[in-house]
Nanobody, 123 residues
Framework: QVQLVESGGGLVQAGDSLRLSCEAS????????VGWFRQAPGKEREFLGS????????YYSESAKGRFTVSRDNAKNTVYLQMNNLKPEDTAVYYC????????????????WGQGTQVTVSS
């Protein structure tokens, strides 16, 4: 069993940077790939990026590529989402998820989900 808790969200201005954290309980977390998703009001949940269990492989959506970076520290059971040059359209609830399939954008491949953290970007 793996439990995920996101943190680091908040209210920022356009152009700012923010780093989200996804902290997990359970040693099994180290064997899972982790993905980041977001959901804006009235929109479907959107894949952003994923990282393999050992951190060697990453995969990003076109919307995230270039501004967002996923990394992980297995010694701390934590995965990060670094977001740079934030825009008002990045306003959403951000979720992390863990699953056994490496670097996938497919939601059903992820077994465990966090509760999400709100990111609001003002113009």
């Amino acid at each position: 069993q793996v439990q995920l808790v996101e943190s680091g969200g908040g209210l920022v201005q356009a152009g700012d940077s923010l780093r989200l954290s996804c902290e997990a309980s359970g040693r099994a977390f180290r064997m899972y790939a982790v993905g980041w998703f977001r959901q804006a009001p009235g929109k479907e949940r959107e894949f952003l990026g994923s990282i393999s269990w050992i951190g060697v492989s990453t995969y990003y959506s076109e919307s995230a590529k270039g501004r967002f970076t996923v990394s992980r520290d297995n010694a701390k059971n934590t995965v990060y989402l670094q977001m740079n040059n934030l825009k008002p359209e990045d306003t959403a609830v951000y979720y992390c998820a863990a699953g056994p399939v490496s670097v996938t954008a497919t939601e059903i491949e992820y077994t465990y989900w966090g509760q999400g953290t709100q990111v609001t970007v003002s113009s």
